[in-house]
């Protein structure tokens, strides 16, 4: 299992220097489909909203469980909220727990490599009716691994970046709804790229303090900090993983089977200096 996973606003990015390759997702915008309008992947809805039997969803991807709708902007009744698409027309609507698609990647993830998945995410409130929060979940066949967002409550278009590393080799992608809310989440320009990550910067220290290796495996060092008195690991959410303590080494010691980026705080030098470090540890 892909053990933790990390949502960031395009701001706090800067974190991160890193080489990103080829989109390995196809039809990412879902631009590319039959008939330039709003299509069920499955049970078949045409521009008029009329049942006409199994139709063809966004091409390159098809369907896991009925019935993920591409939508085109401007599309009335099909497209229930008139929603503009982040890029585009198109985009790709998942409602209720299990809507899903899946598509074969045009190179496959590969077992400990490290990777970042972007979209554009919001709200689908059909018609401002039912505004309860979403969310979705972005699966690899065959890994074991999944990427599940936040609950998204805004009607507005909103980024989302999240960095992980395979634990096992998968060639599809699957988007599942994931909420018993009967509203639905909007999706467009998903993104998937191979990257290399080269430095984790500090959140608000000295750029002459830094932590390696990258990614971390069985320990992490520190560079340029001393006279640690305490450390503590967290996640993303908050979530103590351990404390360290009396620190006397220019290292830590790192428990098992964390996988993603995770957040130091460490005491040292009558100061508190706050870190991002990318582990793997599987």
């Given at each position: 299992?892909?053990?933790?996973?990390?949502?960031?606003?395009?701001?706090?990015?800067?974190?991160?220097?890193?080489?990103?390759?080829?989109?390995?997702?196809?039809?990412?915008?879902?631009?590319?489909?039959?008939?330039?309008?709003?299509?069920?992947?499955?049970?078949?809805?045409?521009?008029?909203?009329?049942?006409?039997?199994?139709?063809?969803?966004?091409?390159?991807?098809?369907?896991?469980?009925?019935?993920?709708?591409?939508?085109?902007?401007?599309?009335?009744?099909?497209?229930?909220?008139?929603?503009?698409?982040?890029?585009?027309?198109?985009?790709?609507?998942?409602?209720?727990?299990?809507?899903?698609?899946?598509?074969?990647?045009?190179?496959?993830?590969?077992?400990?490599?490290?990777?970042?998945?972007?979209?554009?995410?919001?709200?689908?409130?059909?018609?401002?009716?039912?505004?309860?929060?979403?969310?979705?979940?972005?699966?690899?066949?065959?890994?074991?691994?999944?990427?599940?967002?936040?609950?998204?409550?805004?009607?507005?278009?909103?980024?989302?970046?999240?960095?992980?590393?395979?634990?096992?080799?998968?060639?599809?992608?699957?988007?599942?709804?994931?909420?018993?809310?009967?509203?639905?989440?909007?999706?467009?320009?998903?993104?998937?790229?191979?990257?290399?990550?080269?430095?984790?910067?500090?959140?608000?220290?000295?750029?002459?303090?830094?932590?390696?290796?990258?990614?971390?495996?069985?320990?992490?060092?520190?560079?340029?900090?001393h006279n640690i008195n305490k450390i503590v690991l967290s996640?993303?959410?908050?979530?103590?993983?351990?404390?360290?303590?009396?620190?006397?080494?220019?290292?830590?010691?790192?428990?098992?089977?964390?996988?993603?980026?995770?957040?130091?705080?460490?005491?040292?030098?009558?100061?508190?200096?706050?870190m991002r470090v990318l582990i793997n540890n599987n």
């Open positions: 299992m892909l053990k933790k996973h990390v949502f960031l606003f395009l701001s706090s990015l800067s974190v991160l220097v890193t080489k990103s390759q080829v989109n390995l997702v196809p039809n990412p915008s879902f631009e590319i489909g039959p008939d330039s309008t709003s299509v069920a992947w499955f049970g078949g809805i045409d521009s008029s909203c009329i049942i006409t039997g199994t139709v063809l969803g966004p091409t390159s991807w098809s369907v896991i469980n009925p019935s993920p709708d591409r939508l085109i902007e401007g599309d009335i009744p099909c497209n229930w909220d008139n929603d503009t698409a982040a890029f585009g027309k198109a985009y790709v609507v998942f409602g209720g727990q299990n809507e899903s698609g899946q598509a074969t990647l045009l190179s496959g993830v590969m077992k400990d490599s490290s990777y970042r998945l972007t979209c554009y995410v919001n709200l689908n409130t059909f018609r401002g009716i039912v505004t309860q929060p979403s969310k979705l979940c972005f699966k690899f066949t065959g890994s074991g691994d999944s990427i599940v967002t936040p609950f998204i409550a805004s009607t507005d278009w909103k980024y989302f970046d999240t960095t992980f590393i395979a634990t096992s080799n998968s060639s599809i992608i699957e988007i599942w709804g994931r909420s018993n809310a009967p509203s639905a989440i909007n999706l467009d320009s998903l993104v998937l790229t191979k990257i290399q990550i080269t430095a984790i910067l500090p959140v608000n220290s000295p750029p002459n303090y830094s932590v390696y290796p990258i990614p971390a495996r069985e320990r992490i060092y520190f560079s340029g900090i996640d993303h959410f908050g979530k103590i993983n351990s404390i360290y303590s009396e620190v006397s080494e220019n290292y830590i010691d790192l428990p098992e089977n964390l996988s993603g980026l995770y957040f130091i705080q460490i005491e040292a030098d009558q100061k508190i200096i706050n």
